[in-house]
């Protein structure tokens, strides 16, 4: 008899986060090919498209409600017609209920990518801060474990919710096969983007500092353009007004939202460097994707960038304390900006360093996760 590994995968039928779609998409389809003897992956979904892109899965259990509804039946404990056995999230969504794990074999697994709704919920609406507040005690109460990408997430996450050993650290990975499309240049193009620039990382929330990374930018003295990526839709205005109260023209900045991984490697292939001011606990999505492609980084100093980052770019400031943030970043970027050879230098460390992270690896350690429990 075969055992079912059944995966979460409601982003995608309905997305509400590109890389959590990108991941669960990854996830799932590298635990397909990574499947032990004996094993099986299947697909517990909300009703919604028909369309759905993983190949391989034994098994697709289509729920009777769509996503919204879907996640406001779970966070009450609604969770009929799930199956039990064993679960796996990619996100913090999952039929989290009391179950047997030692008699009737059942196991829900959740993910925690980010920190950001406990750390800064003044930036999400109320009804998430709710969601997010219910489904922790949920999976505080019935998750037999909840994973996380860093070490230094795990020691975060324990300042708001009590786990015991049940946290495990399994890294993310850039989307699989990322590289620069051949049509990099017709698409930057296309965007209406400079042939070299700084990439700047961060949206219009204040936990992303941006404004931080423009007052390191015109401090550094540099007169390179600046593209900026991971803005949400419309938030080019706010983004072009923290530039200018930066000391930089607005026609120097170019923000971009919502691009496809082919249009950020695009961007990312035309970069001089990528600079990430942010210290929030999270996953540096976009930091990850530079180091695979060979890009140097330049990063504010936190746990979660010196753990991904490690020795393949420069994590500058003090731990824990941002009042020196501009004066080190722009230093920084100076210091890579003096030479064609630091530059070059500082992308061979990044593509050493991306190389360290794939999917492959993130699912086997899923499916010795499920076997350990």
């Known amino acids: 008899m075969s055992v079912l590994l059944r995966v979460v995968l409601d982003q995608l039928v309905t997305e509400t986060d590109p890389d959590l779609a990108m991941a669960s998409r990854e996830l799932a389809a590298a635990l397909v090919r990574s499947a032990p003897t004996g094993c099986d992956v299947g697909a517990i979904i909300p009703a919604g498209s028909d369309e759905f892109d993983v190949p391989g899965l034994a098994e697709v259990r289509r729920m009777g409600m769509g996503r919204r509804e879907l996640a406001a039946a779970w966070q009450l404990g609604v969770t009929a017609g799930t199956g039990g056995g064993l679960i796996h999230s990619p996100t913090l969504l999952a039929p989290l209920v009391r179950h047997d794990r030692a008699n009737d074999h059942d196991q829900t697994v959740v993910t925690l990518w980010d920190l950001r709704p406990w750390e800064h919920p003044e930036e999400f609406s109320r009804p998430a801060q709710a969601w997010f507040k219910a489904m922790l005690k949920r999976a505080r109460k019935h998750a037999d474990a909840v994973v996380v990408p860093t070490h230094a997430m795990a020691q975060r996450l324990a300042d708001f919710v009590e ?55 015109a401090a550094a003295g540099t007169d390179l353009p600046i593209v900026v990526i991971d803005a949400g839709d419309g938030q080019e205005p706010g983004i072009a007004d923290l530039a200018e109260a930066a000391g930089i023209a607005a026609d120097r900045v170019h923000v971009r939202a919502e691009l496809d991984a082919a249009d950020r490697a695009s961007v990312l292939d035309a970069a001089v460097l990528v600079l990430a001011p942010s210290r929030r606990a999270g996953f540096p999505w976009r930091v990850l994707e530079a180091l695979a492609l060979g890009v140097p980084v330049i990063a504010a100093a936190s746990a979660d960038h010196r753990e991904v980052v490690l020795d393949g770019g420069r994590v500058v400031g003090a731990d824990g304390d941002d009042s020196e943030d501009v004066t080190a970043l722009g230093d920084a970027v100076a210091e890579a900006l003096t030479s064609p050879a630091q530059l070059e230098r500082l992308g061979v460390l990044a593509g050493d360093r991306g190389r360290a992270f794939s999917w492959r690896a993130a699912a086997e350690r899923v499916w010795q996760l499920h076997a350990d429990l």
């Open 163 to 217: 786990l015991g050993g049940r946290v495990r650290v399994i890294s993310g990975a850039p989307p699989a096969g990322l590289a620069v499309p051949g049509d990099a240049v017709g698409r930057r193009r296309t965007l209406a983007l400079p042939e070299a620039a700084v990439v700047l990382v961060g949206d219009a929330a204040p936990s992303s500092a941006l404004a931080t990374g423009f007052a390191a930018l």
